[in-house]
């Protein structure tokens, strides 16, 4: 394996490999988004399950709050899948810029793997994505707003 030595030819390289950090950038943000709202699935069971431990919960509301956990349960894989797909996406583009910047300076023929090496990430972010959606809506879905009648002013 022969490396180039010609600043231009590493400068390209760089150049070509800077391009896929911008999405990792994204999957960054993504993670950062994700992994909060698993705290809050946590934080929320936690909750719930001291409560039903404590045992000062009538039937009625016990059985509501065995069902709510269900649907945290349910939630807490959504995004444990999103948080696995967006790693595999880091991942795939991480791969990607080496092989990039390895296939300009080297004299590698890796364009096939690079190319994919970043459709693979960018299936691994859009799966995230949906993951993400089914997510939020099964956790708009649960919410109960309580209608109260509004109180007319004086």
Aim: proline content about 3%; overall charge positive.
């Amino acid at each position: 394996m022969i490396f180039a030595t010609d600043l231009s030819t590493v400068t390209h390289g760089i150049q070509l490999a800077v391009a896929p950090v911008f999405l990792l950038t994204a999957v960054s943000g993504m993670i950062a988004a994700v992994a909060g709202r698993l705290a809050r699935i946590i934080d929320r069971a936690r909750f719930l399950e001291n409560r039903l431990d404590a045992g000062d919960v009538e039937h009625s509301r016990a059985a509501r709050m065995y069902a709510e956990l269900g649907e945290l349960r349910h939630r807490g894989w959504l995004v444990n899948g999103s948080l696995a797909l967006l790693t595999l996406c880091a991942m795939a583009i991480g791969l990607t810029i080496m092989l990039l910047f390895l296939g300009e300076t080297a004299e590698l023929l890796i364009p096939k793997i690079a190319t994919i090496s970043f459709l693979t990430g960018v299936m691994c972010f859009l799966s995230a994505l949906v993951c993400f959606l089914f997510e939020t809506l099964l956790a708009t879905r649960l919410l109960r707003f309580a209608q109260r009648p509004v109180k007319p002013e004086k």
